[in-house]
């Protein structure tokens, strides 16, 4: 096995319990989105940025109960597939400051590869898979597909989801319209404007059919 080959199979015994694979493949997407960004970003380290794509969500509390077992034993994986001291800490450094959460808490900047990474991440939460997650997290969680005269409200409030004032459509006016502003990097900038058309082109042609225009 590569290396890389060794880091996505400690990946997939760490998320690949959910019996759905949806983590899953949400990682091979961002990985392979890393290398789109990488082929066209040609200063940074592959190495780096490939590794901590695979294991972005390998400590993630959303995932596993003990976050600082599971962050010991992602350290243990990368020592065991032959990365360097430096290489791990640049992999740990990206995964603990590129979630929301973190870009919140404080301004730890980013390496140009933790700033690749997480393009790709929230490359994946916009245009066609975007959509398609945002409508597979919705059904999970029983929430309306859309009522006209909630939307388009702009504010994150998540009290509106628990009493469940928002609706799957009204997900895109709150987060997903605005991931494209955020990014990092030009070659991510490129990806994110034709995944935002293909966005705005859907809720266009989705509110004419709702109003039965089309
Ligand atoms: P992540 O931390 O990777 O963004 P989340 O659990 O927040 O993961 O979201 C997973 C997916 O579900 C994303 O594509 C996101 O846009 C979508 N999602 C999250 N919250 C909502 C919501 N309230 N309505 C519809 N989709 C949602
Ligand atoms: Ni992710």
Known sequence: MT????????????????A??????HI???VATTKTLLARTPVADATIAVAAATLHDTYDDKLVTDVAAAKAQTVAAMT???????QQSAVIAI????????????????????????????????????????MM??????????????APRHQLDASSYRQGEST??????EKLLHLAAQMNT????KLAAHRQQVMQDFLEEFAAEWRGEK
């Open 3 to 18: 290396q890389e080959e060794q880091l996505m199979a400690y990946a997939e015994k760490v998320l690949g319990q959910d």
């Open 20 to 25: 759905s694979g949806h983590n899953m493949d």
């Open 28 to 30: 091979r997407r961002v």
């Open 80 to 86: 065991h597939a032959g990365l360097t001291a430096a």
């Open 95 to 134: 995964i603990d400051h590129m979630s929301f959460k973190a870009s919140l808490a404080g301004k730890q900047p980013l390496s140009l590869e933790g700033q690749l990474v997480q393009d790709a991440d929230r490359l994946d939460a916009i245009g066609a898979i975007g959509i398609a997650r945002a």
């Open 137 to 150: 997290y919705g059904g999970a969680h029983g929430s309306r597909l859309y009522d006209p005269a909630l």
């Open 168 to 173: 799957i459509i009204n997900h895109f006016h």
């Open 186 to 189: 030009p070659a991510a900038r």
